[in-house]
């Protein structure tokens, strides 16, 4: 992901312009505010959210990238309660933090829980925030009003929905 670039992201249809433009316009205006895409799966939210770290990265900012499933995992099954803690808290005091695939599978109550956590604990330090999720805002008020109002707050302009298509989805293009 270290090579993504905005540069890179092919734009030719208008919803991929506009979320080109909204990431641009994030990079060019960057402050404590969040970076929100949700949506299709294959649609370049990746891509974009790891090219707006990349440039965070060159204007010497540290960023941290957690992958929600990996974090999850450590944090669910690890014994050690002090490993636990630490890999909670490099993430939730992070600079600048890129949460990619946020909530990705069946999230339980513990999950659900977790992310809350999480996202609250950044909202109140008021520590940008990058996400990606394939779930829409609409899924996420089902699972926690509190933690979709929260996201939406923080990412206020820089929220970008991506609707379900699979014609959206690029990695599926030219099969079957």
Same mark, same amino acid.
């Given at each position: 992901?270290?090579? &993504?670039? /905005?540069?890179?992201?092919?734009?030719?249809?208008?919803? !991929? $312009?506009?979320?080109?433009?909204?990431?641009?316009?994030?990079l060019?205006?960057? &402050? +404590?505010?969040?970076?929100?895409?949700? #949506?299709? =799966?294959g649609? %370049?939210?990746?891509?974009?959210?790891? +090219?707006?770290? &990349?440039?965070?990265?060159?204007?010497?900012?540290?960023?941290?990238?957690?992958?929600?499933?990996?974090?999850?995992?450590?944090?669910?099954?690890? $014994?050690?309660?002090?490993?636990?803690?630490?890999?909670?808290?490099?993430?939730?005091?992070?600079?600048?933090?890129?949460?990619?695939? /946020?909530?990705?599978?069946m999230? &339980?109550?513990?999950?659900? !829980?977790?992310?809350? !956590?999480?996202?609250?604990?950044?909202?109140?330090?008021?520590?940008?925030?990058?996400? +990606? +999720?394939?779930?829409?805002?609409?899924?996420?008020?089902?699972?926690?009003?509190? /933690?979709? %109002?929260? /996201?939406?707050? @923080?990412?206020? $302009?820089?929220?970008?929905?991506? !609707? @379900?298509?699979? =014609?959206?989805?690029?990695?599926? @293009? #030219?099969?079957?």
């Amino acid at each position: 992901m270290l090579h &993504n670039s /905005l540069d890179k992201f092919v734009a030719t249809e208008d919803w !991929q $312009k506009g979320l080109k433009t909204l990431a641009q316009d994030y990079l060019d205006n960057f &402050n +404590s505010v969040w970076f929100i895409v949700l #949506g299709q =799966s294959g649609s %370049g939210k990746t891509m974009v959210c790891s +090219s707006i770290c &990349n440039q965070l990265l060159l204007d010497y900012k540290q960023v941290r990238y957690m992958s929600w499933a990996p974090f999850c995992d450590t944090t669910k099954r690890e $014994k050690d309660a002090q490993k636990r803690d630490d890999c909670y808290q490099k993430n939730a005091q992070a600079e600048v933090l890129y949460i990619d695939d /946020l909530l990705k599978g069946m999230a &339980n109550a513990w999950d659900v !829980q977790n992310a809350w !956590q999480l996202i609250n604990d950044r909202y109140k330090a008021r520590l940008p925030t990058i996400i +990606s +999720s394939e779930l829409l805002i609409k899924d996420l008020i089902l699972l926690d009003e509190a /933690l979709a %109002g929260r /996201l939406l707050e @923080r990412a206020g $302009k820089y929220y970008f929905p991506i !609707q @379900r298509e699979q =014609s959206r989805n690029f990695r599926l @293009r #030219g099969i079957g």
